[in-house]
């Protein structure tokens, strides 16, 4: 099993920044793909970014390109989401999620979630 934390969220106003975190312990060795995910209010749960746990490729949405930055780091077992030039579109719980082979963008795909941290974007 895998546990995935996040923290970071809270209330920032439209073009500012954020940096979430995602902490991953217990068998974290069977990580493959780590991936940021995001539900804003009445809508389904959606792919945000994604990053290799060994080769670090990343792959965003559209919406988030440029603004967005998926990054890692193995020795502390840790994802973050650098978040710039926020949006209140941006607005979502986001969710961690692990993968225990290649994974893409569907929620389907990933075996480990966290319990997801609130970005609230006003304008």
């Known amino acids: 099993q895998v546990q995935l934390v996040e923290s970071g969220g809270g209330l920032v106003q439209a073009g500012g920044s954020l940096r979430l975190s995602c902490a991953a312990s217990g068998r974290t060795f069977s990580m493959y793909t780590m991936a940021w995910f995001r539900r804003a209010p009445g809508m389904e749960r959606e792919f945000v970014a994604r990053?290799?746990?060994?080769?670090?490729?990343?792959y965003y949405t559209e919406s988030v390109k440029s603004r967005f930055t998926i990054s890692k780091d193995n020795a502390k077992n840790a994802v973050y989401l650098q978040m710039n030039s926020l949006k209140p579109e941006d607005t979502a719980v986001y969710y961690c999620?692990?993968?225990?082979?290649?994974?893409?963008?569907?929620?389907?795909?990933?075996?480990?979630w966290g319990q997801g941290t609130q970005v609230t974007v006003s304008s």
């Open positions: 999620a692990a993968a225990r082979s290649w994974a893409n963008t569907q929620t389907r795909e990933y075996d480990y």
């Open positions: 990053i290799s746990w060994t080769g670090g490729i990343t």
